[in-house]
Every structure is written in C-alpha cells, then in structure tokens.
C-alpha cells in the first residue's frame, strides 16, 4: 500500500510539473499541447532521478562505511561466541560435578548454578546492548551518507537547474524513464572525486 503511494504520489508531482511547464512557458506558442516524441525532452521536463541501489553499491563512501559495519559485527560476534563457548564449558563441567556429588552441599551447588544462571542473563544483556549500538551506529552512518549525497546534489544542482531530483530504489519509485533523466552515473562521479580527494 506504502509503495502504491509513493507511485501515485510520483505520478501527481510530474503531471503538476508539466502543466506548470504548459502554463508559463513561452505564452507566444499555439496552445497545442507539445509532443514528447522528441528524443531529448529533459529541456521541456527539468526533471532527473537517481538510482539509489547502483548509486550505494558504487561509492565509495559508502562501501568504507558498509565495511565499518560488518567488521563491528564480526567483532561482537567474535567476543559473543567465545564468552558463550566459555559458558558452556562452565555448564558442563558443572553438570559433571552434580552428577558426580562433587559439591560438599546443596548450597555449593545452588550456589554454582546461580552464578552460571547470572553469567548467562548478563551475556544476553551484553549481547543485546550490542545490538542495539551497532543498529544507532548504523543509523547514524546512513544519516551521515544521506546528509552526504543530499549536500554534493544541491551543489550539483546549482549548474543543472532541476526542478526536482527523485531517488529510486529496485524500480519502487520510477517504475519507467527515459534514460536522459537518469543523472546516477554523474552524481556518483562527483561524490567518489570528492570522497578521494577528501581523504587524501
């Protein structure tokens, strides 16, 4: 329902955009409406889209960033995975010595089984508050790339006039465009320019 939206949405804003284009173009003009037969309509139509999913899977940046996070992922499941191993080791070793009557008392045993129980729930919590700051510092990285990619199109839009960039993501916003109105190949040309300039 959500993406019916947004295509609806689409729709409406580039029929606006036309008629404004009809009404204040050229009024000299017969009232004819013109033909987008044309090959190069972007003059009439100052429209252009992004692809994001080519757009992220070619910059740089945000290659970097997505190996920023993978390797934190790696890292926390690496520590997780062997303070688990560790546990169980405790575990069992414990499950040996109760059936062995290893334990001097009950006490000694429900001593020991609390403690691996303690152990168990704070290796849980430690591992959601992993989770947890790994998916806020993944929001802000995507906030940083979005911030990013949004201030180098403004720059870019200052030479281009454009009366509106959209983004599409897996063909959900633009369902088909002509190919004059895609601008992904330069605007990734620029962001990965300036990303290797800037790290330089």
């Known amino acids: ?18 008629l404004f284009i009809l009404q204040f173009s050229n009024k000299k003009q017969s009232s004819a409406l013109p033909t987008f037969a044309s090959n190069d309509t972007t003059k009439m139509l100052p429209i252009a889209y992004v692809n994001v999913d080519s757009l992220l899977q070619n910059y740089n940046f945000a290659k970097d960033l997505n190996e920023r996070i993978v390797k934190k992922q790696e890292d926390y499941r690496a520590s997780i995975n062997q303070e688990m191993t560790t546990l169980q080791g405790e575990a069992a070793d414990f499950q040996r010595k109760l059936q062995n009557n290893a334990f001097l008392t009950n006490e000694r045993a429900e001593q020991e089984n609390n403690r691996l129980m303690k152990k168990k729930q704070d290796l849980e919590a430690r591992y959601n508050n ?28 200052k030479t281009k006039g454009y009366q509106v960039i959209f983004s599409n993501t897996m063909g959900d916003n633009i369902l088909t465009a002509g190919k004059a109105y895609d601008i992904t190949s330069e605007i990734l040309e620029i962001l990965n320019k300036n990303y290797s300039s800037g790290n330089k």
Not at 1 to 18: D, E, F, Q, R, T
């Open 1 to 18: 329902m959500k993406n019916i939206n947004y295509v609806i949405n689409g729709v409406l804003a580039v029929a606006v955009i036309i």
């Open 130 to 157: 992993l989770q947890n700051e790994l998916a806020a510092e993944q929001q802000r990285l995507n906030e940083q790339l979005r911030d990013t990619i949004v201030a180098q199109l403004n720059i870019y839009n």
